[in-house]
């Protein structure tokens, strides 16, 4: 055996086995992934594990944060901006939206990473007397079962979470109030109610219960709990690490090498010597060595190829690059792509942010209903059931330029139309909103409209409308009386 292959036997030899092992069961160092035959949610085990796995990926891989950090960037964005009809209503949000327990302007990006990162979020809304709420997210791992209507999966009653590990950096409950919150008081954590619209009141003790909320995205028909937009990837993900890892490795050993001093030593010990004072003063790279005939000079290296295993990584990364829903230069991967296809490549990307964007801000819209309800029961002020707005930024500026223009003109050539009366005003606005790239309702728009003409102030309406005289002629107005 070789000196080199001694000093480095080991590594390799275990690096290999590992490889091998990898290859042999197809888990690259994750569980296997199950789910039975007959659910349409995966095994309680399974789900903890993926959960665990992706929360470690996020921490650990830069791909993994990188894909959750863009889904954010666009689903929010600069902000989330909150806003109701309701005068009353809207200046209560405002408070809520910016209370110091609540801090929702900067929560909300926790909110949509943990929605991307573990694929549901679980929230828990809690009162005060006065009405004020306040939200708290509780990890998905730590909701152990989520109740249901017996025949509908859709009507979720209550939500039980895990009892802490250790209750002395998590206190955990007393049996009476587990037996208050429904628990039984064995072992078991707290128990959660959903909340219920028809059966939400303020008890006898003037205090609201604490409800939670669900809400949960790729979820199955038929399924309860959501999954991570992660999970589909997290193979690959260790795949393409473990390639990257590989590749580092090899070039590391190949730059590697050893001098071999090759001479007649009369003993062991004037060996032992020659090689303590080598050691201790070896030459340096470019060092000029004179030596005698009586010790000859060699490096050792390992001659290992590299080989161009380009095609290898990209094709990995192209598998997470699909699961993501993102185009690979988004993932720091150029592939030779000019600025015409990397725009083209954006186009499914951006319906799949602005699909999130669209949940995401339904989901702090239901939140928010919840909130007003419960201030209306002690604040005559608050209207329950005001229109509220949740707007997100827009995804792309370029898209608002070009819809702006599409708009401009679309308008310009419809309205032609709607004079000569070959279209209505519904098909009109229809076209103008289409191009905007809005979806609105039509026949609400129409009859907001001509409510706002119908209580404008007389003076302010047409001739036709107000029953007034028609203008005068400009002749007239300058009263010479001839009209000519």
Not at 125 to 131: D, E, F, I, L, P
Request: charged share 25%; net charge negative; aromatic share 8%.
């Amino acid at each position: 055996m070789s000196i080199f292959e001694k000093l480095f036997s080991k590594q390799i030899s275990a690096a290999v086995s590992r490889r091998v092992k990898l290859m042999l069961t197809d888990a690259d160092g994750f569980y296997e992934q199950h789910s039975g035959l007959d659910q349409r949610d995966r095994y309680d085990y399974d789900r903890e594990d993926i959960l665990r796995q992706v929360l470690e990926a996020w921490r650990m891989n830069p791909i993994a944060r990188r894909i959750v950090q863009l889904t954010t960037q666009y689903v929010v964005g600069g902000g989330i901006q909150v806003t109701a009809k309701h005068k009353g209503t809207n200046t209560f949000l405002q408070e809520f939206w910016n209370h110091a327990l609540n801090q929702l302007p900067a929560r909300v990006f926790e909110w949509c990473d943990e929605l991307i990162r573990s694929g549901e979020v679980f929230l828990v809304v809690s009162t005060n007397a006065a009405g004020m709420s306040f939200i708290r997210a509780i990890p998905a791992i730590h909701i152990e079962d989520v109740e249901t209507v017996e025949t509908d999966a859709q009507q979720e009653t209550a939500y039980l979470e895990k009892e802490p590990l250790n209750p002395t950096l998590t206190p955990a409950l007393s049996r009476g109030e587990r037996g208050s919150m429904g628990g039984t008081g064995l072992g078991e954590g707290r128990r959660w109610p959903a909340y219920d619209e028809s059966s939400d009141s303020i008890s006898e003790d003037g205090k609201f219960t604490p409800v939670m909320l669900h809400f949960a995205i790729n979820r199955p028909a038929g399924a309860v709990r959501g999954e991570s937009d992660l999970a589909p990837m997290l193979k690959w993900i260790t795949r393409y690490t473990a390639w990257l890892e590989d590749r580092v490795r090899l070039n590391r050993f190949r730059q590697a090498f050893l001098f071999v001093v090759t001479g007649k030593f009369a003993s062991e010990e004037e060996r032992a010597a020659r090689q303590a004072t080598l050691s201790q003063n070896p030459p340096n790279p470019g060092a000029i060595l004179v030596t005698d005939e009586s010790e000859e000079w060699s490096v050792l290296k390992p001659e290992l190829d590299t080989f161009e295993a380009k095609e290898d990584g990209l094709a990995i990364k192209k598998m997470i690059a699909a699961g993501a829903a993102v185009p690979l230069h988004f993932l720091a991967e150029p592939e030779g792509t000019n600025r015409t296809t990397a725009e083209s490549a954006g186009g499914p990307t951006f319906r799949h942010f602005e699909q999130r964007q669209e949940y995401f801000t339904w989901m702090v819209k239901e939140t928010l209903k919840v909130v007003c309800r419960r201030r209306a029961m002690v604040d005559s002020k608050i209207k329950p059931n005001t229109v509220i707005e949740v707007r997100g930024t827009d995804l792309s500026a370029r898209d608002n330029i070009a819809m702006a223009q599409a708009s401009a003109e679309i308008l310009t050539a419809f309205t032609g139309l709607y004079e000569k009366g070959l279209i209505d005003g519904a098909e009109l606005v229809r076209m103008a909103y289409r191009f905007a790239g809005e979806t609105v309702d039509i026949q609400n728009l129409l009859d907001r409209g001509e409510k706002d003409i119908q209580d404008r102030p007389t003076a302010e309406k047409p001739a036709e409308e107000s029953g007034g005289a028609e203008p005068a002629k400009p002749a007239e107005r300058e009263g010479n009386g001839s009209g000519k």
